[in-house]
C-alpha cells in the first residue's frame, strides 16, 4: 500500500480532531477525503506528510513510518496545503527553482513531469506569485509539489476559491499524472469532485462514515429521490419540511431532493399538498442519487 493510516486520533484539547481513522490508498491511486470544513482532513494531511504528530495510531507513506521516517517521507512526498504557501514576492520561475535547489534537484531534471502544467504559466514566469490569478498559483504550486518527482502527492483542498474552468483543468492535470504512476491523496469539500476519484472516504466530525468507489457509496442511498421546484423556492422547503411523510429534504441548486418515508410515493398526493400552501407550478420530478445525497444520509 502507498499509505496506510491504523487507528489514528488526534485532539487539539477538548476537540477530537481525527477519531480512530483507519484507511489505504493503493500504489497509483487517486483517492478522495471528502468531508466539510472542520472535518478533520487537514489535520489528516498533516499527520501524513510530519507536521503533526498523532495522539494514537501509526501510519506509513510510501513504506515509511511518519513518525520514524519523517525526513524520508519529506523527500519523496508532494505536498500542496490548502492555503497559497509559496513566496509571493518570488517570481514565478523563482519559485519553481527555489524548490527545486530544496530537494537538491533542478526544473530540467524533472521537466517531463510538470511539462503539461507549466506551460500554461510560463508565459507569467517573471511575475510575482503574489500578483496571479487563483487558478495560476494553483498550478504553480502543484508543479513545486510535483518538481522533485515525488512518489506520493497529497493535495488539501486544492480547488477552494478557484474558478470552475480552473477546477476542471486541475481535475485534468490531476488524471495525467495518476497515469505516470504517482499516487494522489486529494481532499475536497466539493461533493461533484468526489466523482472523479477511484475511491473516496465521506468524512464527517472527524470520524470516517464510508469508504468506497463514487459508485458503491451512492447505490447504497436507500430510497429514490425527487428533484422538485416551484415558485418559491423557500417557502417550498418550509412546506415539504412540515409534510408528514418527508424523509429527507435538502437544497440542491434550483430543484430541491426531496425523499419520502413510503415505498409508495404517489408525485400527485404530494401536489395537492403544494397546492394547499398556495405553490404554483410545481415541478417534481425521480432524478439520480449523488455523493451530496449519500453523504447527508450518513450524516445524519
Known sequence: MSISLKHISKSYGDL???DDISFEVKEGELFGL???????KTTLFRILTTLLIADKGEATVAGYDVVKDYIDIRNHVGYMPGRFSLYQDLTVEENLEFFATIFGTTIEENYELIEDIYIQIEPF?????GKLSGGMKQKLALCCALIHKPKVLFLDEPTTGVDPVSRKEFWEMLK???????????STPYMDEAALCDRIALIQDGKILEID???????HYPKKIYDIRTDDMYKLILNLKEYEYNYAVHPFGEFVHYTDKRDSFDPDELI??????KQKNIIIQQTETTIEDAFMELAK
Open 16 to 18: 477530537k480532531a481525527v
Open 34 to 40: 471528502i468531508g466539510p470544513d472542520g472535518a478533520g
Open 125 to 129: 514566469k517573471d511575475r510575482r506569485a
Open 176 to 186: 495525467r499524472l495518476q497515469q505516470k504512476g504517482i499516487t494522489i491523496l486529494v
Open 213 to 219: 468507489t463514487p459508485k458503491e457509496i451512492v447505490k
Open 272 to 277: 395537492q399538498f403544494l397546492e394547499s400552501k
